[in-house]
């Protein structure tokens, strides 16, 4: 029975270049000279510290920029509230990765109402869409591509 996985991942190691290549293009510009900016990168969390509110959303742009040449869609940034101190400022931005339950939950509606003959099951983070054709299976695809759900999906594993 043909069946594929619909899944939400990152490259982290190229999470990891965009970022050092982010960094790398703070601490040669001109109007960041000084100001100590720069991005760190822990588990899946990237915190950008700089001196004024004004940078960080610049330092975020820069961010985006190098990311998206990288290949990670940026729909999975989450930015949190910048902290503003007298001459820092820092904002966490969280690399969201996988499928939640509720969503996943959404999903699955979301295929059932297509009337299409496909079971789509909720495997951990990820969903597990099968049926017996291959046309109905490439028609979910495009139903979730088409659903705009807010988050970059992967279709992984099609198999006839």
């Given at each position: ?44 969390v ?14 975020y ?43 996943a ?56």
């Open positions: 029975m043909p069946s594929f996985d619909v899944v939400s991942e990152i490259d982290h190691h190229e999470l990891k270049n965009g970022v050092d290549q982010a960094n790398r293009e703070v601490t040669t510009r001109f109007d960041f000279k000084g100001t100590g900016s720069n991005f760190e990168l822990v588990d899946a990237i915190t950008m510290n700089t001196a004024s509110d004004f940078q960080l959303q610049q330092m742009d820069i961010l985006c920029n190098k990311l998206v040449k990288r290949g990670i869609d940026i729909a999975c940034l989450e930015k949190a509230e910048p902290v503003i101190q007298a001459r820092t400022a820092a904002q966490a931005v969280k690399v969201n990765e996988g499928i939640d339950t509720p969503l939950k959404n999903m699955v509606k979301l295929i059932k109402q297509s009337k299409t003959k496909v079971q789509a099951s909720i495997q951990g983070e990820q969903l597990r869409v099968s049926g017996k054709k291959r046309d109905d299976l490439q028609a979910v695809i495009a139903l979730l591509k088409d659903a705009n759900l807010g988050i970059p999906l992967q279709y992984k594993n099609f198999r006839d």
